[in-house]
C-alpha cells in the first residue's frame, strides 16, 4: 500500500487561508469516507482533528474544516494562528482492511 | 482520563527481537481496538497494525506482516507486541492508539516508545 500524497509544505500569513491536498486511489479515499487528519506540533504524539472526512473531534476549533472529491482529500485552517503550525498528516481506511498515512505537510505561520 | 504508555524500546541488534507493550488506562481494551503506528526519525507517520476490540480480528502493513505479533492481557489492560527479524528500517518511534469506534480513525495516542536496531 502506497502513502497518500501530500505537498511537504504549505504557509499563511496569521488569519488567512491554507489548504492541504491528500491525494489516495480508487481503494482507499476514493472508496470510502474514513479519512481523517492528525496535527502533530514537534516532538509530540499526533492529535486527531478530523475524522470521517468532515467531522472535528470535540475540543478542536471549527477553523479546521475537511473536504473530499473523488480520490483527494483535503484539510482548510480558515484564519490561521500561530499555534497551528505543525505537521499535518492524513488517514484513509483502505480496501486491504489496513489503514494508510499521507508523508505529511508542514504548516507554517508567516 | 484515557491514557496509553508505551513501554520496552531500546537498542536491539539487526535481527533480534524485542516486545513493546501498551498499558491502557481510563478504559477497557474491551471496548476498543488498537493501533500501533510508527515514525522513523525525521519523516512521516506510517500505519504498522491494528487489533480490534474482541481480539478477533488483526491486522497488520506489509512491511511487517510476519514480523510484528499483537498479542492482550485483558486483566493487565495491556497490549503487547512481538517485533522480531528486526532490521534497521524498523529504526522508530512506535505509538500505540485508541481506535475511535466505527470512526476509522486514532482519537488518543500514547507518547511513543523509540526502537533503534543498529549493531
Known amino acids: 500500500q502506497s502513502a497518500l500524497t501530500q505537498p511537504p509544505s504549505v504557509s499563511g500569513s496569521r488569519g488567512q487561508s491554507v489548504t492541504i491536498s491528500c491525494t489516495g486511489t480508487?481503494?482507499?479515499?476514493?472508496?470510502?469516507?474514513?479519512v481523517s487528519w492528525y496535527q502533530q506540533p514537534p516532538g509530540t504524539a499526533p492529535k486527531l482533528v478530523i475524522y470521517?472526512?468532515?467531522n472535528r473531534p470535540s475540543g478542536v476549533p471549527d477553523r479546521f474544516s475537511g473536504s473530499k472529491s473523488g480520490n483527494t482529500a483535503a484539510l482548510t485552517i480558515s484564519g490561521v494562528q500561530a499555534e497551528d503550525e505543525a505537521d499535518y498528516f492524513c488517514?484513509?481506511?483502505?480496501?486491504?482492511?489496513?489503514?494508510?498515512f499521507g508523508g505529511g505537510t508542514r504548516v507554517t505561520v508567516l | 482520563q484515557v491514557q496509553l504508555v508505551e513501554s520496552g524500546g531500546g537498542v536491539v541488534q539487526p535481527g533480534r527481537s524485542l516486545r513493546l507493550s501498551c498499558a491502557a488506562s481510563?478504559?477497557?481494551?474491551?471496548?476498543?481496538?488498537i493501533h500501533w503506528v510508527r515514525q522513523a526519525p525525521g519523516k512521516g507517520l506510517e500505519w504498522v497494525a491494528y487489533?480490534?476490540?474482541?481480539?478477533?480480528?488483526?491486522h497488520y502493513s506489509d512491511s511487517m506482516k510476519g514480523r510484528f505479533i499483537i498479542s492482550r492481557d485483558m486483566s493487565r489492560n495491556t497490549l503487547y507486541a512481538e517485533m522480531n527479524s528486526l532490521r534497521p528500517e524498523d529504526t522508530a518511534v512506535y505509538y500505540c492508539?485508541?481506535?475511535?469506534?466505527?470512526?476509522?480513525?486514532?482519537?488518543?495516542w500514547g507518547q511513543g516508545t523509540l526502537v533503534t536496531v543498529s549493531s
Open positions: 492508539g485508541r481506535d475511535f469506534t466505527d470512526k476509522y480513525s486514532i482519537d488518543y
Open positions: 481510563g478504559f477497557s481494551l474491551s471496548c476498543c481496538g
Open positions: 487489533i480490534a476490540d474482541d481480539g478477533s480480528r488483526k
Open positions: 480508487s481503494s482507499d479515499i476514493g472508496s470510502y469516507d474514513h
Open positions: 470521517e472526512v468532515t
Open positions: 488517514s484513509s481506511y483502505t480496501a486491504s482492511t489496513t489503514w494508510v
